[in-house]
């Protein structure tokens, strides 16, 4: 079940993926016939979903370390305890 939930949200991550324009700006939405990126532009929750979604997939995954967190926009971050950005 596990490896199911994981394979779901890779596919689901993969297609924001595939939809994202080249320049890397996230729209509010995507049409659902087109594909075609629609909506508002760069709203901090499009990004902020994209990150959750990462930290999300690497706790899953094991992978929380601190080299996740500055790699994620190459800058110094400080853990807790658990690992988790603080």
Same mark, same amino acid.
């Given at each position: 079940? $596990?490896?199911? @939930?994981?394979?779901?949200?890779?596919?689901?991550?993969? !297609? $924001?993926?595939?939809? +994202? #324009? /080249?320049? *890397?700006? @996230? +729209?509010?939405?995507?049409n659902? %016939?087109?594909?075609? #990126?629609? *909506?508002? =532009? %760069? @709203?901090?929750?499009?990004?902020?979903?994209?990150?959750? /979604?990462?930290? /999300?997939?690497a706790?899953?995954?094991?992978?929380?370390?601190?080299?996740?967190?500055?790699? @994620?926009?190459? =800058? #110094? $971050?400080? !853990?807790?305890? !658990?690992? $988790?950005? /603080?």
């Amino acid at each position: 079940m $596990v490896n199911a @939930l994981n394979g779901w949200g890779d596919a689901f991550i993969r !297609t $924001v993926s595939y939809y +994202t #324009p /080249a320049n *890397g700006h @996230l +729209t509010e939405e995507i049409n659902r %016939d087109t594909g075609v #990126p629609q *909506g508002a =532009i %760069d @709203l901090t929750w499009s990004y902020a979903s994209v990150v959750t /979604a990462g930290a /999300a997939r690497a706790a899953a995954m094991n992978n929380m370390e601190a080299s996740w967190w500055s790699g @994620l926009a190459n =800058i #110094p $971050v400080t !853990t807790n305890a !658990t690992g $988790v950005g /603080a």
